[in-house]
């Protein structure tokens, strides 16, 4: 997903190896990006080529003529069977498939609306009708969508529209009468309930549709930094010479503060399960519903009614709106080029958009920093020891005045000293260049240079469109450096950042009954994104903030009150509530590239021989971790007890027990009575259990959940509450009954904390 498919990497693999050992130390010993881009390219070869786009042309990311009818059909076998939600995934397949201004893409539409408006998505429906009739709605069929939209604005309470509508179908039928008699008396039927409808409405206060935004979305940071752009101010930015940057806190912080509220830089879906078609699949049109099906490509939202791209069908967005930014930003280069980007994965998709918003900043800037990774080798691989030619790097090449040269105190901030979310912070973060392996760059460099040669086939010209000024586009073409080759260096510079710096970007999915006031859920990633104040934030296995998405927009908050100077910490991934200090260690370093030295894991290396937390007993007396085999003794020198494992863990089976019942009372509604069993069972389990245990985690998010749907009440009308803290957070916020969640002797013990998704 991340990387290229699995095809082209053994392909890759395969020809690194046939590679002559003098050629494979030069490539290995680069000492710049450019040297590793010239070096790799200049070994790709037209069979090379030819293979990756045998492998692009199974993703059938082509509008193909057929395959509306198909989609159409299949989702009308859905809307039959009354699986509405069904149906309105491949209508829009279909929608998807179709040529602009066709009956297919009309019928697709109509079709949707119809699903939609049994869906209650009425706002939605009228959309996908006006959209039917822009795209030439056959005139014959006319009537029921034109009944259509007169009943959803009627339930809407709009009657004045409604009213007018109607009006406008009786004049259709009495200029043309194209119905069969017992079709029109239907018709008539159904106008007449209609006007006692709209005249019913007519005496209420009509309503303008309202968007309904959630709590969490509104809030914003309450006082905003003027050193770094979209944080909170009691945050600064430090630098070290051995950790690099990072932030701390400036005053006390309370659990729960907003810190950091970041849109993406930039940001690019993950398909999800989209396998490349072969011959010997049943059919080629792929009816599963993907996330490409489900969010926009441009600011992520979940959408039943996307809009497609005019001119491919893989690309779908939640409005027009969205569509003509995307084309205007990016999308216009990367129409033509769908299928090699989903086989070359979502890093090298990345590396491109990056370098195409690029060309939206100021001229001088954005050629400084591309010229400056082909001449500076220092720059080239800034994890270098010379860390003094860091700091006093040019980004922006705004500090070279009356022939003196300005320091910039820390990378990535501007000649003021700010830290904005922009092209140049992006740019500044490292690709540690020297901690990946010789094969890794290969593939890298040898992707990003196939992808500069089609971008040159697909037109050149094209690809430099949108440069602000020509002052840009005459220091784009550098005498030695070709413009390609320049874009080439800096695409593989960001694939290579994105291993360490790249954010899963996640959101909840819901696994349970929308029938019941509380559901289960999972977190699953929906996309990849770099954001360059977040990338701030270095790793500590126990956090003191949590991070949480809506769209492209990363929140970051205080999870347990953090002291004046202590540094702002995020997790990565491994947490010590969920993993033992040498997995954690292990995984950080191999992706990351450090050894972790985090409170946690100095304590976990003084006691090696003990299990993990998260599955230790308490003593009963004393509260002390208890230590043994078969039986266990309490580990304090003051205390004598001991017991025997197989009584804990009866113990613990009769606990899980009681827990399961308190979540089947919370599925029911029954929150009293699942809220006093929950609070036995974390009686119980605080007599045996360390603090640490995930059972005393999952109780204390079970209570979070039963007393959040107090906190908004019990009506089926109520939106679920879900299980991770990251979604209950929004509930939270502002109801006094959940003020117990927040507290940070609570909050640190729930198994939210450790089961956040990975970073990436």
Request: include cysteine; charge should be neutral.
């Amino acid at each position: 997903m991340d990387l290229p498919v699995d095809e082209w990497k053994s392909y890759i693999l395969q020809k690194w190896s046939l590679l002559p050992k003098s050629i494979q130390v030069t490539i290995s010993t680069a000492e710049t990006l450019s040297d590793l881009f010239l070096h790799s390219s200049s070994l790709l070869q037209p069979e090379d080529e030819m293979f990756l786009k045998r492998l692009s042309r199974g993703y059938l990311v082509g509008k193909d003529p057929n395959a509306p009818l198909f989609y159409r059909e299949e989702g009308n076998k859905k809307f039959q069977k009354k699986d509405y939600m069904g149906a309105t995934v491949l209508y829009s397949k279909g929608v998807s498939h179709s040529r602009p201004n066709s009956e297919d893409i009309s019928l697709c539409y109509a079709n949707r609306s119809a699903a939609l408006f049994h869906l209650g998505q009425y706002e939605t429906c009228l959309k996908d009708i006006v959209r039917a009739q822009t795209h030439g709605y056959p005139e014959g069929l006319q009537p029921k969508l034109l009944l259509r939209k007169a009943e959803c604005l009627v339930t809407l309470g709009r009657p004045h529209e409604a009213s007018q509508t109607i009006s406008d179908l009786e004049s259709n039928f009495a200029a043309k009468p194209t119905l069969a008699a017992s079709q029109f008396q239907i018709l008539q039927r159904t106008l007449c309930r209609l006007k006692v409808k709209v005249q019913e409405k007519g005496n209420l206060t009509e309503t303008s549709p309202a968007a309904l935004t959630k709590a969490f979305e509104d809030m914003d940071l309450r006082e905003e930094n003027e050193q770094i752009s979209n944080t909170s101010s009691s945050v600064s930015l430090c630098m070290d010479p051995l950790k690099g940057r990072y932030l701390v806190a400036t005053k006390d912080i309370l659990p729960g503060e907003l810190l950091v509220k970041e849109d993406a830089f930039v940001s690019v879906l993950n398909p999800g399960e989209m396998p490349p078609w072969h011959h010997g699949l049943e059919s080629k049109w792929d009816t599963r519903a993907t996330n490409a099906d489900l969010y926009c490509h441009r600011c992520l939202k979940h959408t039943l009614a996307p809009v497609p791209c005019d001119g491919c069908s893989y690309a779908k967005y939640c409005s027009q709106e969205c569509l003509q930014q995307a084309w205007d930003l990016y999308h216009s280069i990367e129409c033509s080029l769908g299928g090699l980007l989903l086989t070359l994965g979502v890093f090298c998709h990345i590396a491109l958009r990056s370098t195409l918003l690029a060309r939206f900043e100021e001229a001088g800037k954005v050629i400084n920093k591309l010229c400056g990774e082909i001449t500076n080798r220092d720059i080239c691989l800034p994890e270098s020891k010379n860390l003094a030619q860091i700091l006093s790097y040019d980004l922006g090449g705004e500090s070279k005045k009356k022939g003196k040269t300005v320091e910039t105190p820390i990378p990535g901030c501007d000649i003021n000293g700010k830290y904005e979310n922009n092209y140049n912070a992006v740019f500044s973060l490292l690709p540690h260049t020297g901690n990946h392996s010789p094969v890794h760059k290969f593939l890298c460099a040898l992707s990003v240079s196939a992808l500069c040669r089609q971008l040159e086939a697909a037109s050149l010209q094209a690809f430099t469109t949108g440069l602000k000024s020509s002052k840009l586009k005459a220091a784009a073409a550098p005498m030695l450096y070709p413009e390609l080759n320049i874009w080439g260096v800096a695409m593989l510079r960001h694939m290579l950042q994105l291993q360490c710096n790249a954010q899963a970007i996640t959101t909840i999915q819901q696994t349970g009954s929308e029938e019941h006031l509380i559901t289960d859920s999972r977190q699953v990633r929906l996309a990849t994104g770099l954001f360059p104040v977040v990338s701030l934030l270095n790793h500590s296995c126990s956090p003191n903030t949590s991070v949480s998405f809506i769209s492209t927009v990363a929140t970051v908050r205080a999870s347990q009150q953090i002291r004046k100077g202590q540094e702002i910490l995020h997790c990565y991934g491994p947490h010590e509530s969920r993993m033992g200090v040498a997995e954690r260690r292990q995984k950080l370093r191999s992706q990351y590239f450090f050894d972790c030295n985090c409170p946690p894991c100095e304590r976990e290396k003084q006691r090696p021989l003990q299990g993990p937390r998260w599955e230790a007993f308490c003593c009963h007396c004393c509260g002390a971790l208890l230590q043994g085999g078969d039986v266990l003794s309490c580990g304090s020198t003051s205390c004598t007890e001991s017991v025997s494992r197989d009584h804990l863990v009866s113990q613990l089976q009769d606990l899980q027990q009681q827990v399961g019942m308190a979540r089947k009372l919370l599925r029911n509604g029954e929150l009293e009575r699942a809220i006093q069993l929950l609070l036995g069972c974390q009686h119980d389990a605080e007599s045996f259990l360390l603090a640490e245990h995930s059972v005393v985690g999952e109780i204390e998010d079970d209570l979070a959940q039963a007393y959040a749907a107090l906190g908004k009440g019990t009506g089926r009308s109520q939106p679920p509450i879900y299980r991770r803290v990251s979604e209950w957070w929004r509930f939270a916020t502002g109801h006094p009954v959940l003020r117990w969640a927040m507290n940070s002797s609570n909050w640190p013990k729930s198994s939210s904390m450790g089961l956040q998704y990975p970073k990436l």
